[in-house]
């Protein structure tokens, strides 16, 4: 089970750090990502992170959209992953969902297993 929280209402140019913790079974050997779905608009890739065990060995991928703004990271001794959103926009107003243990395909999000429940981000202009 994944328990997304961290979410709220922000000016923009501000900072969230949405955190997504695991219980129930460790994630640490698989991939985890972040989603988001906005009002009215299909669910979209925002980050993924690899699971190698060191952090300095770990990938991470993005979306354009978010790319040098945001970073997703995780710890593995909490079973937790993060994304640290910064210079937000009100584009980037949206529900945030964590996911877990992609089949194949990070960018895709039917193909992950485990899900989140989300967490909401509004961003003010």
């Known amino acids: 089970q994944l328990q997304a929280s961290g979410g709220g209402l922000v000016q923009a140019g501000g900072s969230l750090r949405p955190s997504c913790t695991a219980s129930g079974r460790t994630f640490s050997s698989v991939f985890m990502g972040w989603f988001r779905q906005a009002s009215g608009k299909e669910r979209e890739f925002v980050a993924a992170?690899?699971?190698?065990?060191?952090?300095?060995?770990?990938?991470?991928y993005y979306a354009d959209s978010v790319k040098g703004r945001f970073t997703i990271s995780r710890d593995n001794a909490k079973n937790t992953v993060y994304l640290q959103m910064n210079v937000l926009r009100p584009e980037d107003t949206a529900v945030y969902y964590c996911?877990?243990?992609?089949?194949?395909?990070?960018?895709?999000?039917?193909?992950?297993?485990?899900w989140g429940q989300g967490t909401l981000v509004t961003v003010s202009s």
């Open positions: 996911a877990a243990d992609p089949r194949s395909g990070i960018y895709t999000d039917y193909k992950y297993r485990y």
């Open positions: 992170v690899s699971s190698s065990g060191s952090s300095s060995g770990r990938r991470t």
